[in-house]
C-alpha cells in the first residue's frame, strides 16, 4: 500500500510540474516589438517612417515639428525661411551663428537651438558636393531653375530657349562667388550681387532622411526605414527580419506607383 500510494503522489507531482513549466516558458516569451510606421507630407512630397519600438512611441509629432524647423531654413517656397531671406539680401547676410559651437556640434541635434544650424549645414554639405564633382553640382543655381519653370516662382514652360536670357543669369551662377566671413565667431555670408541665390533642393531631402535617423537613433531604434519622396535610409532589418526592400518605379509617364522596374535591398546605407 505504501509503495502503491507514493507512486500516486509521484505521477501527481509529475502532472503539476508539466502545466507549471508551461507557464513559466510561455510567461518567458516577451511578444516581438511592433513595427509602427508614421507619415505626412514636406518638401513638397511625402514621408515615411517605419521602425521597431518595444515601447511602442509615436514619433510623429517630433518628426513633424523636425521637419518644419528644416523646412523653416532651407525652403525656396517659404517667403520668410533663411534661405529666402539670403536669396533676396544685397550683399551681406548674417546668419546669427557661431561658428566655433556649430563646429562643435557633431550632429545638428547636440546643437540645441543654435540659430540656423540647418541651414549651414546645407551650405556644408552643397560646398563638399561642389568640390567633390568639379563644380558640377552647384547650389547656386537658383535663377536658372526659376528661368526654367521648376523653382519658386510661378512656373512657366519654357517654349523656347533664349540664350541671352540664360547668358545674363549665368554671371550670378558660381560657388565660388560667395565667400564666408567668421566676424567674432559669427558666421556671414558675402555674395557679389543681390542676384546670387541658393537652392538647396540637391541636399534637403537627403539631409532630413539623416536627421530622422539620428532622431531614432538617440532613441533606441535599430531597425528603420525613412523614406521621403523615395529617397531612401535603412537600418537592421524589417517586420519579416530581413533587409530592408524598395522599388525603383519604371520610369514612364504612364506608370503606376506599383510599377517597380526593380528592388533594390538596402543593408545600412542609403
Not at 12 to 20: A, D, Y
Not at 120 to 134: D, G, H, I, P, S
Not at 178 to 197: H, I
Amino acid at each position: 500500500m505504501t509503495s502503491r500510494l507514493g507512486a500516486t503522489l509521484l505521477k501527481m507531482k509529475n502532472s503539476l510540474w508539466l502545466p507549471c513549466l508551461l507557464i513559466l516558458l510561455a510567461g518567458c516569451q516577451s511578444e516581438k516589438p511592433p513595427y509602427l510606421a508614421i507619415g505626412g507630407e514636406t518638401m513638397g512630397t511625402y514621408y515615411k517612417v517605419t521602425y521597431q519600438d518595444s515601447l511602442h512611441r509615436d514619433f510623429k509629432h517630433p518628426v513633424d515639428s523636425l521637419l518644419k524647423v528644416i523646412n523653416d531654413e532651407i525652403s525656396t517656397y517659404i517667403p520668410t525661411s533663411t534661405v529666402s531671406q539670403f536669396n533676396q539680401a544685397d550683399s551681406i547676410f548674417e546668419l546669427g551663428l557661431n561658428l566655433a559651437e556649430f563646429d562643435r556640434c557633431i550632429i545638428s541635434e547636440t546643437c540645441g537651438n543654435l540659430k540656423n544650424k540647418h541651414f549651414f549645414a546645407n551650405l556644408q554639405a552643397a560646398k563638399w558636393a561642389w568640390e567633390v564633382t568639379n563644380h558640377a553640382f552647384d547650389p547656386t543655381v537658383m535663377p536658372l531653375v526659376n528661368f526654367w519653370g521648376f523653382g519658386y516662382t510661378p512656373q512657366k514652360a519654357v517654349e523656347k530657349l533664349d540664350s541671352a536670357k540664360v547668358d545674363s543669369l549665368l554671371q550670378f551662377v558660381g560657388f565660388q562667388k560667395l565667400e564666408l566671413l567668421d566676424r567674432g565667431g559669427n558666421a556671414v555670408l558675402k555674395k557679389p550681387a543681390k542676384g546670387v541665390q541658393l537652392d538647396f533642393g540637391g541636399t534637403g531631402q537627403g539631409y532630413a532622411i539623416d536627421e530622422i535617423a539620428v532622431f531614432l537613433e538617440k532613441r533606441g531604434i535599430k531597425n528603420y526605414l525613412v523614406d521621403i519622396g523615395g529617397e531612401c535610409r535603412a537600418r537592421g532589418v524589417n517586420a519579416e527580419g530581413k533587409n530592408w526592400r524598395i522599388g525603383i518605379n519604371t520610369p514612364k509617364p504612364e506608370a503606376q506607383v506599383t510599377d517597380f522596374e526593380q528592388m533594390v535591398e538596402l543593408e545600412n546605407r542609403s
